[in-house]
Nanobody
Framework: QVQLVESGGGLVQTGDSLRLSCAASGRTFSSYTMGWFRQAPGKEREFVAAISWLGNTYYADSVKGRFTISRDNAKNMVYLQMNSLKPEDMAVYYC????????????????WGQGTQVTVSS
């Protein structure tokens, strides 16, 4: 069982940066693949980035080069550094956990946080 709590969301302007954090409970955090997803109003939840237990990273094309996912297994934390934010990045961002390595789909994740709102003004 893994419990996830996101933080770091807020209101920023276009071009600004923001770092989201996700605190995870559980002794086996280091064995999970961790992902970030987002959901804008009226849209389906979509994949943003993931980092495997080996440290391999994967990104959606829309954020590649702007967002960076990282993890600190000693602190049971996963981060999403978001640079050059755009209005289309505005959404509720969710942290998620799953077993296995290459996991990019909502349905492949077992544990979810409550989400944190990111608002980008133009």
């Amino acid at each position: 069982q893994v419990q996830l709590v996101e933080s770091g969301g807020g209101l920023v302007q276009t071009g600004d940066s923001l770092r989201l954090s996700c605190a995870a409970s559980g002794r086996t955090f280091s064995s999970y693949t961790m992902g970030w997803f987002r959901q804008a109003p009226g849209k389906e939840r979509e994949f943003v980035a993931a980092i495997s237990w080996l440290g391999n990273t994967y990104y959606a094309d829309s954020v590649k080069g702007r967002f960076t996912i990282s993890r600190d297994n000693a602190k049971n934390m996963v981060y999403l550094q978001m640079n050059s934010l755009k209005p289309e990045d505005m959404a509720v961002y969710y942290c998620a956990a799953t077993t296995g390595s290459y996991r990019l789909k909502v349905s492949e994740y077992d544990y979810w946080g409550q989400g944190t709102q990111v608002t980008v003004s133009s």
